[in-house]
């Protein structure tokens, strides 16, 4: 039996408790969204002291099972207000996964504490830190790693979440101590730092490497054959490992969904100078590597490691979107200053998107200026200094355009855009409209589904909201969704639970089970207030063509109430 | 026939209709707020091109009906994302009464243009002024004055509305041209500058002076009647044309209701330095006036004319909220500066409330000092200037404590609260929770009315509704609220419309009228997105006992609820 782990650092109380019955059965999103349905009044303030921050491996979490090492950190959003899950990769979940426990809860209200909590197969313990204060992602693992030893898993906060600011992330280093991963969305490093907690070390020495099912030789069976599975879809194959998400760059610009000048058009003149395909070459150069993993063990390897001109590391995990809205968004095409950019972000703990946004909206108002690079990366360093622009800068794209008189936002719930533009990626667009999350790109994958859908009355919503229940039960297994996008993934994953729990598993039931997490997530959010009028495109989205194609966003907000009223029904 | 001017800046259009049937009974608040849910999609962005700007002097603007020159200014506001009607005093509704004018509507969408529009008795135009671009009020009034005659009206906007800030007012002249009353309020400044509209100037030359009601006869005798009962109130004999709202000052300090240091205690320790009676010795040792009026004819005069310590003129209106929200609240005692304070938010259209409230939570952040006079006169300086903090300030309390990490945040809906502090003012904490324009002390007033309300269940909730569509009929008719508050009104009401309409209006024609609007712009909320959760206070003064006496509100919100889910059943 798993265990919960619930601290409170405004009362010094550290417990580590049995996983209650009802909770045996869910991991990760599934786990987290439904004791905060179950334990947070949707109508508390984000950053005051009702909410609680939870950290939790999906239900696969240190097994053997491919791809299911993605972490999910949960709370209500300070951002979007309504709940939030914000996913992640790195070497945690495994960890957390191999000491048995399925839940971290931080609870209570302590700002300026900043401890950090470590765990290991002994327990837990609230350990004082002011040598972390202001500390950013970077030296926390570095500190902590020669503490506590090389082999222990971090989630940590840097100096935005300490300033409690709406885009700070939870960080989690990967495989080589780097900083890379985020929970990145949504201002969850906000509320784990006014939770009292800077960092939190899992520790899994002298346990077990393998979490094993109850029905285990079943179990590898068929891990064995949803691995072969994996490796043989072609994105796997031929991309992924090769490109990683920047493969998506060049793509996105050519069908004119790839944010440009704060979203004034779909296609970025420059691409070729930030696309995956010159990421490569300057990596190949530079001595860096591709096909990077997260995790040891990971069978695709999407990742990268990006160094400077000198050969010296910059950043880990540059990816598709800190490309985009960092990059062509802000009219920037110099690689090597969007990963320096990246890295800052990495260290300081803020969303490049959320940050990419605001700095657009700021370049629209005039207080930046488009293409201007040094100016680009000064703000960037400003948000963790605390100036007041910094500070603005890191509330997002949605409260930059209330200070600076912006019409232009690109935000849903409060939360800034991905890089897509739903006026060419009508599905997408859906998903960002209807997700519980605000507008998020991993909530429902549907980027390779551009307008021609408007062909099908109806096909948006049913397959946006039939995408979102799956993504929910990938995000509660841990799957990483890199790894799945098949109707014969939800037959995969019924074995692999079946095995795991020793119980009978049917794919109906792994669809239903995404169905009722989503379910829940809606009615939190109801709860909060936040009604269907929440669940729309800015209004200039609605009335701006996207040059150069002038695409408009087709799909009826009527037809989309009705997909997720039925699955509201659930 | 009254008649509606619609201007569209950005089409060039202006068109002066005959006022349409539905609405030939309705004015000021409920001609504003019926047209806003007839013509403006709740959903749409305050700022973008589907919002209107609505002027409308009440239903008795022009005629003899005592205290009822009060003028409404409506749309959906960028403050509250919600339905808003901002009330004014001044001489410009009078004025419009006389040209016959029951609306004017701003339609349309260039925030560039900022033309003045010209009104008089042949029509109106829009004119071309360049000169005023960036202008403050007071030059706005000295500029127009000098081209029109001293004879007009005028509604304006300053440098924050021009920035398109969700603080920025309409202001509106008085008798000695003097912008100094302001549709304060939810930011309806920025609705009408994004409208292109930089100024209206209302030219009542050659019209009569005196709109006559149907009846005259009996309108006459009622409105004899009606003056000899206003003019025996103990607190319009004894109160309010000497101290005017200030008097109020060390009584809300007294009973622990006057907001300091950002809203952590009820009782400023120095209030005799800033309270009414201070300011009364101040205006005769300096040759201001007491006992001022904002029009020609009011039997009340509340307001004030304060002079600086050479005996030259200050400010005009120094009100209760203002002492409060830039004295007591930022910790400063300086009545000269809080008069600078009020003449600068004056001049650049801003409202004193809601700034005043941002600069409290600025403060507790530490970006400001509690009590530095030089300090908060500087950022008063900075919200014209547009600098980041100018901006950020400009932009209201709620945003300001997002940004900053503040969690301590006096807002509903958005929109910071007046100066009175709910934990002792039970009743009008209801009304501030409850009222579809966000925290308002006009939407109900019950100052008077303390906790020791906790005596009867249901008190709060029942009085506020009652109030509050009172307060609609009183917007409606153009009523100032200072005339006002004993039932007999309701009666006096009834038989002024019934004269001026020459029909039959009962009392309860009056109390329904009322209702009605009230429902509307609940309804209006509602289509907007803001569901019962946006009714509620703010977390920390639930839970935060107020000091010296350690007040905590004590209504039900689900009592609340009640009272006021039955008024939508109306």
Chains 1, 2 share one sequence.
């Not at 001595?287 to 000198?310: L, P, T």
């Not at 488009?370 to 000064?378: E, K, P, Q, R, W």
């Amino acid at each position: 039996m798993k265990k919960m782990l619930r601290v409170d650092v405004s009362k010094g109380s550290v417990k580590m408790e049995s996983m209650p019955a009802e909770y045996e059965r869910l991991g990760g999103r599934g786990l987290s969204s439904t004791l905060l349905i179950n334990e947070v009044d949707p109508m508390c303030e984000p950053l005051g002291p009702f909410n609680k921050l939870i950290i939790a491996p999906g239900i696969l979490g240190g097994t053997m099972a491919p791809c299911c090492q993605r972490i999910s950190v949960g709370g209500k959003s300070p951002l979007t207000g309504g709940i939030k899950e914000a996913n992640s990769g790195g070497i945690s979940a495994q960890k957390l996964g191999r000491l048995g426990i399925g839940a971290v809860v931080l609870e209570g209200r302590d700002p300026k504490a900043l401890k950090v909590l470590y765990i290991n197969k002994d327990g837990a313990k609230l350990v004082d830190a002011p040598e972390l204060k202001g500390a950013g992602n970077y030296e926390i693992s570095k500190i902590l790693r020669e503490k506590y030893g090389e082999h222990i898993g971090i989630a940590s906060v840097g100096p935005v979440g300490e300033n409690l600011q709406f885009s700070a992330t939870v960080a989690f280093i990967d495989q080589d101590g780097v900083p890379a991963r985020h929970a990145a969305r949504g201002g969850l490093g906000s509320v784990m730092a006014s939770r009292g907690v800077k960092a939190v070390v899992i520790d899994d020495a002298e346990v077990p490497k393998v979490v094993k099912a109850k029905d285990q030789e079943s179990f590898r069976q068929t891990v064995k054959e949803f691995v072969a599975v994996i490796k043989a879809r072609p994105r796997v194959k031929n991309r992924l490992p090769i490109y990683g998400t920047p493969g998506l760059v060049a793509f996105a610009s050519e069908v004119n969904s790839f944010p440009t000048r704060n979203f004034s058009t779909g296609t970025f003149e420059r691409v070729e100078k930030i696309c995956g395909e010159r990421l490569v070459e300057l990596i190949d150069e530079r001595g860096g590597q591709r096909g990077h993993s997260c995790y040891q063990g990971c069978i695709i390897g999407c990742s990268n490691v990006f160094n400077d001109k000198e050969g010296r590391h910059k950043t880990s995990s540059f990816e598709y979107e800190t490309l985009c809205l960092l990059g062509s968004n802000l009219d920037i095409d110099d690689v090597d200053a969007i990963a320096e950019m990246d890295r800052m972000c990495d260290d300081m703990g803020i969303d490049t998107i959320e940050l990419g946004g605001a700095m657009g909206v700021a370049m629209e108002a005039g207080v930046l200026k488009f293409g201007d690079v040094d100016g680009a990366i000064d703000a960037v360093r400003q948000t963790a200094e605390g100036t007041v622009l910094g500070r603005l800068l890191a509330s997002g794209p949605a409260i930059v355009g209330k200070v600076l008189g912006i019409y232009r936002v690109a935000a849903i719930k409060g939360q800034g855009f991905p890089a897509w533009d739903p006026r060419t990626a009508w599905a997408t667009g859906t998903t960002f409209m209807t997700t519980p999350m605000g507008a998020d790109h991993t909530a429902g994958r549907l980027q390779g589904i551009l307008e021609f859908d408007k062909m099908e009355p109806g096909f948006c919503g049913k397959l946006s909201s039939t995408m979102q229940a799956q993504v929910c039960t990938q995000d509660s297994v841990g799957l990483c969704q890199f790894s799945d996008g098949t109707p014969e993934s939800v037959m995969y994953l019924a074995r692999l639970l079946s095995a795991y729990f020793d119980e009978p598993w049917e794919p109906e039931d792994i669809v239903s089970l995404g169905q009722k997490i989503f379910r829940t997530e809606q009615k939190f959010n109801e709860l909060a207030g936040l009604g269907k009028q929440f669940d729309r495109l800015p209004e200039f989205m609605l009335h701006e063509p996207l040059p150069p194609t002038n695409s408009l966003f087709g799909v009826d907000p009527a037809e989309i109430d009705s997909y997720f009223k039925d699955l509201k029904d659930v």
